[in-house]
C-alpha cells in the first residue's frame, strides 16, 4: 500500500514537473513567435520626487498579451527569455522601444528619466555601450536621460570585466540603479565597488513599513547607508499613503508604486501626465 501511494505520488510530481517543461518549452517558442509578430509592448510607471511631488522618471516594463494565451507577466516569460538567450533580442527591443516613446514623451514633459531593466543575463549575450550608444544615437536620447536596472546578484559576479562593462554604460553619461536591494546577497563593501547611481528600495521592506514586522529601522539604515555613498534612493511598491508618509520623514529621494500610478501604456500615461502636472503640489 505505501509503495503504491509512493509510486502516485512520484508520477504525480513527475507529471507536474513535465507539465512545467513543457509550459517552458512553448513559452520560449512563443516569445520568439511573439517578437517577430509585435506582440510586445512597453508600459511605464511613473517615479516621483518625494521633496517636490513632481515627476521625476518612469520605469519601463516589458507586456505581452497572446492572441490566444492573453496576457502573461514578466515575471513568467523574463525568465524564460533569460534562460533561452531571448533576453538580448528582447532586452533590445524595449530599450529601443521605450527611447523612441521618450522622445514624444519629452514633448509633453522636458527632461523625464527613463529607467529600464536590464538582465545580467544580458552581460554575456553582447549587449554593452556600444549597443546603448547605437539606440541613443538613432533615437536621438542623450545618455543622461536614462538609467539602467540590475540586480545585486550582477555585483557578486567574480568577472572582473563586470566593473568594465557598467563603466562602459556611464561614460555614455548613462546611469546606474541596483533593483530590488535588500533581497540579495550584497553588503556594503560591494556596493562601494561600483559606480552606482540610484538604489532601488524593494517592494518587500516597503510592504512591511508599520506593521508588525515593522522595517523601518532598516529602511532607514538602507537609506543611511546609500546617502554616505552618495546614492539616490527610490522606494519601490508604495501603495498606501501610511507608507507614502513614513517614507518621506526616512528622507527617501524618489518613490514608484501603486499609490501614485500603475505601469501605463503611453497614450494613457500621457494623460495621467497632464493630469498630474496640473494638480497643485503639496
Ligand atoms: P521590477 O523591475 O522590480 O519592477 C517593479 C514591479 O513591481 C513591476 O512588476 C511593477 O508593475 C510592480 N509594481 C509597481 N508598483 C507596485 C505596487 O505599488 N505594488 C505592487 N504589488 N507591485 C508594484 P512587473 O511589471 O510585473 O515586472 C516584474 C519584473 O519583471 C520586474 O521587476 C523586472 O524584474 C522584470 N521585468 C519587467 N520588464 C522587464 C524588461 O524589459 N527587462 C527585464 N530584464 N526585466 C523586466
Ligand atoms: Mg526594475
Ligand atoms: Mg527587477
Ligand atoms: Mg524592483
Not at 534562460?83 to 509633453?108: K, Y
Request: hydrophobic share 40%.
Amino acid at each position: 500500500k505505501a509503495k503504491e501511494s509512493g509510486r502516485n505520488q512520484y508520477h504525480f510530481f513527475a507529471r507536474k514537473m513535465q507539465d512545467k517543461i513543457n509550459r517552458r518549452v512553448m513559452l520560449e517558442h512563443l516569445i520568439r513567435k511573439g517578437l517577430e509578430k509585435n506582440e510586445f509592448e512597453v508600459y511605464y510607471q511613473p517615479i516621483v520626487d518625494c521633496r517636490s511631488n513632481t515627476l521625476f522618471g518612469l520605469e519601463a516594463l516589458a507586456r505581452w498579451t497572446h492572441p490566444d494565451e492573453g496576457m502573461i507577466s514578466p515575471v513568467e516569460f523574463i525568465p524564460v527569455a533569460e534562460e533561452s538567450g531571448l533576453i538580448a533580442p528582447l532586452g533590445e527591443w524595449v530599450l529601443t522601444r521605450a527611447c523612441t516613446d521618450l522622445v514624444d514623451i519629452h514633448h509633453h514633459c522636458e527632461g523625464v528619466h527613463l529607467s529600464v531593466n536590464v538582465s545580467s543575463r544580458q552581460y554575456p549575450l553582447g549587449f554593452d555601450a556600444e549597443c546603448v550608444k547605437r539606440i541613443l544615437d538613432d533615437t536621438g536620447i542623450m545618455g543622461h536621460d536614462l538609467s539602467l536596472e540590475i540586480t545585486e546578484s550582477i555585483l557578486l559576479d567574480d568577472d572582473p570585466d563586470i566593473l568594465s562593462w557598467l563603466n562602459g554604460f556611464r561614460a555614455l553619461g548613462v546611469g546606474l540603479s541596483i533593483d530590488d536591494f535588500g533581497t540579495g546577497y550584497s553588503s556594503l563593501s560591494y556596493l562601494k565597488r561600483f559606480p552606482i547611481d540610484y538604489l532601488k528600495i524593494d517592494q518587500a521592506f516597503v510592504a512591511s513599513l508599520n506593521t508588525d514586522d515593522d522595517s523601518t529601522p532598516l529602511v532607514r539604515a538602507i537609506i543611511a547607508m546609500a546617502r554616505s555613498l552618495n546614492m539616490k534612493i527610490i522606494a519601490e511598491g508604495v501603495e498606501l499613503k501610511t507608507q507614502l508618509d513614513t517614507i518621506e520623514s526616512l528622507s527617501c529621494h524618489y518613490v514608484q508604486g501603486y499609490y501614485f500610478a500603475k505601469p501605463m501604456p503611453k497614450d494613457q500615461l500621457l494623460v495621467w501626465m497632464a493630469d498630474y502636472l496640473q494638480k497643485p503640489s503639496d
